[in-house]
Nanobody
Framework: QVQLVESGGGLVQAGGSLRLSCAAS????????LGWFRQAPGKERETVAA????????YYADFVKGRFTISRDNAKNTMYLQMNSLRPEDTAVYYC?????????????????WGQGTQVTVSS
């Protein structure tokens, strides 16, 4: 089992920045990929960014390219999502997730463990 705890969400004005953190514990050595996802009210969950640990490949959704950066600190078992130039349409609950199966690392169906989510609200 892997436990994930997100932090860093909040309310920010359009154009502002936030950094989300995701602290992992448990059987972290079994994790093949890590990702950030979001879900806005009335919408389906969507992939924001993901890292494949085997070769450090990184995926970004088109709508965050150039604005968000995913990173991780192995020593701290923590993953981050730096979000810059935030827009009102970025408002959502953001989830971090970990996958322990060899699967498509940017697909939410490939993830086995999920955090509780953190709310990000961007005002116009």
């Amino acid at each position: 089992q892997v436990q994930l705890v997100e932090s860093g969400g909040g309310l920010v004005q359009a154009g502002g920045s936030l950094r989300l953190s995701c602290a992992a514990s448990g059987r972290t050595a079994s994790v093949f990929h890590l990702g950030w996802f979001r879900q806005a009210p009335g919408k389906e969950r969507e992939t924001v960014a993901a890292i494949r640990r085997t070769d450090e490949s990184i995926y970004y959704a088109d709508f965050v390219k150039g604005r968000f950066t995913i990173s991780r600190d192995n020593a701290k078992n923590t993953m981050y999502l730096q979000m810059n130039s935030l827009r009102p349409e970025d408002t959502a609950v953001y989830y971090c997730a970990a996958g322990s199966r060899l699967a498509t690392y940017y697909a939410s169906s490939s993830y086995d463990y999920w955090g509780q989510g953190t709310q990000v609200t961007v005002s116009s």
